[in-house]
């Protein structure tokens, strides 16, 4: 089971190498931005998991944010978040950037966090209706959206929205299918969700959201369920495609 969590891999592999001296070769290898957990068995490898996760947790490994220059091509360290977290979701909405959610190694997580590139500095906002970690998260106009995710018990087809000028969140239409640890897209005024995980496993399903009216339409099938994947709108359709993009948004 591998952790990838940094862009600079060989001074992680020795930070992580020093912090994690107690665990290392009796289950965890390190090798450069990568966390291999092993065990014996399933029950082990849950307490181990979770060892990991405490450690993680301690060291704010997942807490910190780097921040990447074009014009020098380099990585740097910005302000670490108040809460360390995984699973956020993670969006950028008038020059600001807000991780919502997440997992903290022991809780599921409905908080909220927003940085501000000017004075490198996070702050708290309102915190959502429900705790979610793997929750899409995209900004529609004043609105900051979250949509599905998980628990800890199930994942979630809840949505609701932040807003951002008044500082409290409110429930909108649920998606016709729970999902988490899908992508989650704007395109056009519209929000778009794809894929992801849910008690039947991975997803193909692909629903499209419309604010004006406050409803979820399905619109196609992705030729395989897939879910952790990066979503991105492109000007021109992909090759091989199954169907013809105009006729996916125009559904």
């Known amino acids: 089971m591998p952790f990838g969590l940094c862009n600079a891999p060989a001074v992680f592999q020795e930070f992580v190498n020093r912090s994690f001296r107690d665990l290392l070769y009796s289950c965890v290898v390190v090798y450069l931005d990568n966390i291999f957990v092993y065990s014996p068995d399933p029950e082990s490898h849950q307490s181990h998991v979770r060892q990991v ?81 793997g929750a899409g998260v995209v900004c529609l106009d004043n609105y900051l959206y979250a949509a599905g995710g998980y628990d800890g018990n199930n994942q979630l087809n809840t949505v609701e929205r932040y807003n951002i000028d008044h500082d409290y969140w409110e429930s909108v239409a649920s998606m016709k299918h729970k999902r988490s640890a899908h992508g989650l897209v704007l395109h056009q005024g519209k929000i778009y969700a794809l894929g992801g995980f849910n008690a039947d496993g991975f997803l193909s399903s692909i629903e499209c959201y419309c604010p004006e009216s406050n409803t979820w339409t399905e619109v196609s099938e992705m030729p395989i369920g897939c879910s952790g994947m990066g979503v991105a709108v492109t000007m021109e359709p992909c090759p091989n495609a199954v169907k013809d993009i105009e006729e996916i948004l125009e559904a």
Request: proline share 2%.
């Open 53 to 133: 996760l405490r450690h993680l947790r301690v060291y704010l490994l997942y807490a910190k944010l780097e921040k990447y220059d074009p014009e020098t091509n380099q990585w740097t360290f910005v302000t670490a978040m108040q809460v360390a977290r995984i699973g956020a979701g993670i969006t950028s909405c008038r020059g600001l950037l807000y991780a919502v959610g997440g997992f903290d190694g022991e809780n599921r997580l409905n908080t909220v966090e927003c940085y501000h590139p000017e004075n490198d500095h996070w702050y708290s906002v309102a915190s959502m209706k429900t705790i979610r970690s």
